[in-house]
């Protein structure tokens, strides 16, 4: 039900190929957990864009995990599994094949709303 495709003005994002209903999990993403002293050495490479706070360290989101661009009006909720090195990516509306997939990033990430202001 997912595909990587080009997103306008954003490089890549993940696209939904059928439907999603409100509340269905859309994807599951098993993550790498950096440990808290490794922490600093993704600041400025490119992976600084795509690691999503995880208690005192950072995670990456294999799978499509960390592709699915942010929006201030987004369709996907996504929820960390702290303990099971999880993040799970749920549909907050229905969501229509072809449709972009978009979560906002600053709701669990505070301290990334600067960095995050400029896009839709």
Request: charged residues 20%; negative net charge; without cysteine.
């Given at each position: 039900g997912l595909r990587i495709g080009a997103s306008q003005g954003r490089?890549?994002?993940g696209f939904a190929t059928r439907v999603f209903p409100w509340g269905e999990l859309v994807a599951v993403s098993p993550?790498?957990?950096l440990p808290a002293k490794q922490q600093g050495s993704?600041?400025?490479t490119v992976l600084d864009s795509y690691v999503?706070?995880?208690g005192d360290s950072?995670?990456?989101a294999f799978g499509y995990?960390?592709?699915y661009n942010h929006s201030w009006a987004p369709n996907l909720e996504y929820q960390k599994r702290i303990a099971d090195a999880l993040i799970e990516f749920v549909a907050i509306r229905?969501?229509?094949?072809?449709?972009?997939l978009f979560t906002n990033y600053?709701?669990?990430n505070p301290h990334r709303s600067d960095l995050w202001a400029h896009l839709s």
């Open positions: 490089g890549r994002g993550d790498l957990v993704v600041d400025g999503f706070g995880w950072l995670a990456i995990g960390s592709l229905d969501i229509a094949p072809g449709e972009e600053t709701a669990s």
